[in-house]
């Protein structure tokens, strides 16, 4: 079991950046791969970016390629979102996500077995 608590949301002008944070504890969380998840109204929930376990490999979706940056420091148990160049499209809830399985990083929200609770972005054109 890991508890992941989310932070660092808010109201940003379009082109500003945002860092998002995911807090984890429970089980040691190097042993998860780490993902971020987002949900706006009405849609269904997307894949933002993944990190595998020591933080050496990425995936980013298209959308957010060259503007987003995913990280871990598993000192701190932590995995943190930085988010440049914001636009309107990007308002969300953003959810960290943990997946316990050994493999490749996943794109899909039924690979991730732990979730947060979620913090609001929103971009003001």
């Known amino acids: 079991q890991v508890q992941l608590v989310e932070s660092g949301g808010g109201l940003v002008q379009t082109g500003g950046s945002l860092r998002l944070s995911c807090a984890a504890s429970?089980?040691?969380?190097?042993?998860?791969?780490m993902g971020w998840f987002r949900q706006a109204p009405g849609k269904e929930r997307e894949f933002v970016a993944a990190?595998?376990?020591?933080?050496?490999?990425?995936l980013y979706a298209d959308s957010v390629k060259g503007r987003f940056t995913i990280s871990r420091d598993n000192a701190k148990n932590t995995e943190y979102l930085q988010m440049n160049s914001l636009k309107p499209e990007d308002t969300a809830v953003y959810y960290c996500?943990?997946?316990?399985?050994?493999?490749?990083?996943?794109?899909?929200?039924?690979?991730?077995?732990?979730w947060g609770q979620g913090t609001q972005v929103t971009v003001s054109s």
């Open positions: 429970g089980r040691t969380f190097s042993s998860y791969a």
């Open positions: 990190i595998s376990r020591g933080g050496g490999t990425t």
């Open positions: 996500a943990a997946d316990g399985d050994y493999g490749f990083l996943s794109r899909f929200t039924y690979e991730y077995d732990y």
